[in-house]
């Protein structure tokens, strides 16, 4: 069986799932830049956001492997899953670390779409990708945590009820290890008033992504997940899960773009003949099927060691690397197969051009990528 048929039902059930919203539906929301409520809702209330969410606490305890594949046929039928692809990997930290009553307490309401956890602060402005320089702090005061600072390209805030939120417990000159002395934190957003101020950011694509200030933000002391000063290694610990699965979504991505202009390109025809027998046409996109084939190997290859508990680090960042690559070759070869209506809406290129661009940039540059491999995989020395 290739690759590219694991997981069939899976794959079939999504399909059918996502034919009830075809190019219309998205290409609407774009351009009103609005949030696809009515699929992430029906996705919720379906069980397929709680994919990776164990049978014990009402989910349906699949595999990485198997939550790719949603993610995947979810950009392929032409979505965006980057909607609500975070319900499924943020609850890992609550789920890996939280204690037994946090996990009774909001796992199955999550999983049950009552509590919508989509939101993840990490990201601030002065620190960028360099997550130890956060200058949010949670100071303890009695039953509580006083949250004050900011977040920068917080998603889905809008339509979340949590945010999995990182925070300074511990100043980076006070910390024994710069990667010590963080903390995470499930903030309730609906209790939180003007306490959390959002302000959207004007994006080139459609993600509903925030600016956040935390004013005196009171959390009280039992939303802190797993010990006081260790949140980075338990964000660092859901890392893997998520390259894999955004990995799965430029995949996704790829085929979308690669099928769209094989269709156009051979019934175009331009000085007598259909545009796709030239091979300015054809090489591109068979360049960019063979990237995505090569780069869906690595993607299932890190899904693989996930699954069996083993260490993946180095094949969740190549899979994210080789996969964001190969969308992007996609996606060029699919605006030059277009020609002028590759930049025409109703195309929906053009959408997809600028939602793919992203998977090269986030969560993690590639750049950072090549610098966790050159580093940790090659053993050269550390760049910065
Ligand atoms: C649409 C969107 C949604 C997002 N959603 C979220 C979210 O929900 N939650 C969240 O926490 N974050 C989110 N992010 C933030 C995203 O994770 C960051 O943008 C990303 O990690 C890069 O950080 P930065 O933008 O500060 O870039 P910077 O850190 O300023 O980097 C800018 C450039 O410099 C390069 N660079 C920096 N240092 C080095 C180095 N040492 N070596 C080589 N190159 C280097 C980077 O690779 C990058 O190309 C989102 C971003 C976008 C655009």
Redesign the pocket.
Same mark, same amino acid.
């Given at each position: 069986m290739s690759e590219q048929e694991r997981c069939p039902e899976i794959r079939n059930e999504i399909r059918k799932f996502c034919s009830q919203y075809g190019d219309e539906y998205w290409r609407k929301l774009d351009k009103e830049n609005r949030y696809p409520e009515q699929f992430v809702e029906e996705l919720t209330h379906a069980g397929w956001l709680a994919a990776l969410i164990p049978e014990q606490y009402g989910g349906s305890g699949l595999t990485v492997t198997e939550a790719s594949v949603i993610l995947e046929e979810i950009n392929r039928s032409g979505g965006n899953a980057a909607a609500c692809h =975070?319900q499924m990997y943020i609850m890992g930290a609550l789920l890996r670390h939280g204690s037994a009553e946090q996990k009774q307490r909001y796992l199955p309401r999550i999983a049950s779409g009552e509590i919508r956890l989509q939101?993840?602060?990490? %990201?601030e402005p002065d =620190?960028?990708?360099?997550t130890t320089h956060i200058r949010t702090t949670a100071k303890r005061d009695g039953d509580y945590y006083i949250v004050n600072g900011g977040?920068?390209? %917080?998603?889905?805030v809008q339509h979340s009820d949590m945010l999995l939120l990182l925070a300074r417990t511990t100043p980076y000159d006070q910390s024994p290890k710069r990667t010590l002395g963080m903390s995470i934190f499930l903030v309730d957003l609906r209790e939180a008033g003007d306490a959390v101020e959002v302000r959207p950011i004007d994006?080139m694509?459609n993600?509903e992504?925030n600016q956040l200030f935390f004013h005196e933000l009171k959390v009280p002391v039992e939303n802190l997940i797993g010990e006081e000063g260790s949140g980075f290694y338990y964000i660092l610990d859901g890392m893997n899960a998520e390259r894999i699965l955004v990995a799965s979504e430029a995949i996704g991505d790829a085929r979308w773009f690669i099928k769209r202009a094989v269709q156009y390109g051979n019934e175009r025809e331009i000085f007598g003949r259909p545009i796709t027998k030239n091979q300015g046409i054809q090489f591109p996109l068979a360049q960019a099927y063979a990237q995505t084939e090569a780069a869906d190997l690595m993607r299932f290859r890190a899904a693989d060691l996930f699954d069996a508990g083993a260490a993946c680090g180095a094949e969740a960042n190549m899979a994210k690397l080789l996969c964001s690559q190969a969308s992007w070759a996609a996606a060029n070869a699919a605006i030059d197969t277009h020609g002028g209506y590759g930049f025409a809406a109703e195309y929906d290129v053009e959408r997809k051009f600028r939602e793919s661009r @992203?998977f090269s940039? =986030?969560?993690?540059?590639?750049?950072?990528v @090549?610098?966790f491999i050159a580093e940790h995989v090659l053993g050269m020395p550390r760049?910065?």
């Open positions: =975070a939101a993840f602060g990490v %990201t =620190a960028g990708s360099d977040k920068i390209f %917080t998603s889905r994006a694509i993600h992504t @992203l940039i =986030a969560p993690i540059s590639n750049n950072m @090549l610098n760049s910065y």
